[in-house]
Nanobody, 124 residues
């Protein structure tokens, strides 16, 4: 019913900004109970929570990105964004968009809908 597609990844330098997009393809409206989130996974590491939000509003962030990243949405486009500022080398990872019914929890196993991922590489 819900399919997600990330885009916007690329190669940037330390301190640069980048915005990722997650387009949702649905047969109809996105229910207000839906939560959207961004996760990332670097080589050799587990998938970690980055940011999440309820479709109706409200956001939460991991401590390592708080103050630098912003999650937002455009309801008219069924799209979620991740604005990343002051990028660091440690931000290098494949970024995934995810969705679930309920709260935007921090555990990847809680989400049942995933995009294919988009690579973000930050060079020093």
């Amino acid at each position: 019913q819900v399919q997600l597609a990330e885009s916007g990844g690329g190669l940037v330098r330390t301190g640069d900004s980048l915005t990722l997009s997650c387009a949702s393809v649905t047969s109809g409206r996105i229910f207000s109970s839906t939560a959207m989130a961004w996760f990332r996974q670097a080589p050799g590491k587990e998938r970690e929570f980055v940011a999440g939000m309820r479709w109706t509003g409200g956001a939460r962030y991991s401590d390592v990105v708080k103050g630098r990243f912003t999650i937002s949405k455009d309801s008219s486009k069924n799209t979620v964004y991740l604005q990343m500022n002051s990028l660091q080398a440690d931000d290098t990872a494949v970024y995934y968009c995810a969705a679930r019914t309920g709260a935007p929890t921090t555990s990847a196993s809680d989400y049942n809908k995933w995009g294919q991922g988009t690579q973000v590489t930050v060079s020093s």
